[in-house]
């Protein structure tokens, strides 16, 4: 089945620790995008990708980087994971510079720094 | 700054009645306005986006939205409610600056009730 997806699905992390969300889409967009959801907050950007090679911060980028080698993987990765990093995770993609094309989302990595 | 508000945390509605999520917009230039949902441990699912002309959009599911640019609003609407719409409704805009951005409101949750 066509779309994104996310692993892992659910992890516990300690603290201090590295971690590496993965996510992969199979539709060819050229832009991907990696999102937070916290209660109360809704969805908040935090690296995005125009297409393979280039990246972009979002809205709450720190602590988080991510690469793009190739269109289909957007990995994100903790480089030291801390409690406030604890959220759910979600990946998403679209067409690249298309205002009106919807983008599509992955069903979640739920991360718990302890 | 691009945003979108969601002023309302939980909407309650009985089953069979209409139901109204309320967002409203602040963009530059013409907006780009997109309805997600998000059922129970999952991703976000598109229902409906506004790109020009009618104002009325419809949707997935029943959904419909209506355009409103003097108070600029994006209201999505059902006319009869049912439980298994009971969800997490997100607003969302694209960055005019950055195509390639979509921006979030913070959600409202929707509780049909029986």
């Known amino acids: 089945i066509a779309g994104i997806t996310q692993a892992p699905t659910s992890q516990i992390l300690a603290a201090g620790r590295r971690m590496t969300l993965r996510c992969t889409q199979d539709?060819?967009?050229?832009?991907m995008y990696w999102y937070r959801q916290d209660l109360g907050l809704g969805l908040r950007l935090i690296h995005y990708s125009n297409t393979a090679g280039t990246t972009g911060k979002g809205e709450v980028p720190d602590g988080y980087s991510v690469s793009r080698a190739n269109t289909d993987d957007f990995p994100l990765t903790l480089a030291s994971a801390v409690p406030s990093q604890t959220s759910v995770y979600f990946c998403?993609?679209?067409?690249?510079?298309?205002?009106?094309?919807?983008?599509?989302f992955g069903q979640g990595t739920r991360l718990t720094v302890v | 700054a691009q945003s979108v508000a969601q002023p309302e945390d939980q909407v309650n509605v009985a089953e069979g009645n209409p139901l109204t999520v309320k967002c409203t917009y602040s963009?530059?230039?013409?907006?780009?306005l997109f309805w997600y949902v998000q059922y129970p441990n999952r991703g976000l699912q598109f229902l409906l986006k506004y790109i020009t002309g009618d104002n009325l959009v419809k949707g997935s599911y029943g959904f419909e939205a209506e355009f409103n640019k003097s108070q600029t609003s994006f209201h999505l609407k059902k006319p009869s409610a049912l439980v298994s719409d009971s969800a997490l409704y997100f607003c969302a805009v694209r960055d005019p600056y950055n195509t390639d951005k979509l921006i979030f409101g913070t959600g409202t949750r929707l509780q049909v009730f029986p």
């Open positions: 539709m060819r967009h050229n832009a």
């Open positions: 963009v530059s230039g013409n907006p780009y």
């Open positions: 998403a993609s679209s067409e690249s510079g298309v205002m009106n094309t919807e983008a599509f």
